[in-house]
Every structure is written in C-alpha cells, then in structure tokens.
C-alpha cells in the first residue's frame, strides 16, 4: 500500500475548507482505482493534513495531481501555499 500526505499551512477557514474536501473533492478521489482511505488532520494553528491511501505509488501519485489541480481551481481563497507533499509504502499496517 502507498500513502501520499499533503500538509498545508496558513488556511483560514478549516469549517469551510472541509465542507469543499467533503462536498467536491472526495467524489474526484474516488474515480482514482486504487483508492483505499483518505482522511484529513486539523493540526491546529491553520495547518491541515490530508491522507491518501492507494494500492499502488502511480495511483498516489496521481491522488497528487488530482489534488494540485482542484486547490488551484478551487482553494485559492483559502490556501495560499502549495503544499508540502510526502509519498511512499507503508512499512507497517495495522487493520
């Protein structure tokens, strides 16, 4: 399994950034095959971290770009930086 973690920093509306993931997003996750879990983190102080879960790296990859194009299209009111990406195999998993 592969998992893609994007951490954005300095939202200003998590209530409302969560309603769009949930509402817009998630629906776009779902056409990508593979697809496992997806999760998001409030990290406090205006930071989210949104966790994908993939049966393989290209799909992850592609949750990726998936990704960077509908914050583009769709976040650019709450999201100012582009996020900090990390993506591998997982190492240990637990049910």
Not at 38 to 58: A, K, M, N, P, Q
Request: charge should be negative; aromatic fraction near 6%; include cysteine.
């Amino acid at each position: 399994m592969f998992i893609s973690i994007r951490k954005y920093h300095g939202i200003r509306q998590i209530d409302e950034l969560n309603r769009r993931v949930q509402q817009e997003f998630v629906p776009i996750l779902k056409e990508i095959p593979g697809l496992k879990g997806y999760h998001t983190v409030d990290c406090g102080g205006g930071t989210v971290v949104s966790i994908s879960l993939f049966d393989s790296r290209e799909q992850a990859l592609a949750s990726n770009d998936k990704a960077r194009e509908w914050v583009q299209s769709r976040l650019t009111d709450l999201i100012t930086d582009p996020p900090e990406i990390l993506a591998g195999p997982t190492g240990v998993d637990v049910p």
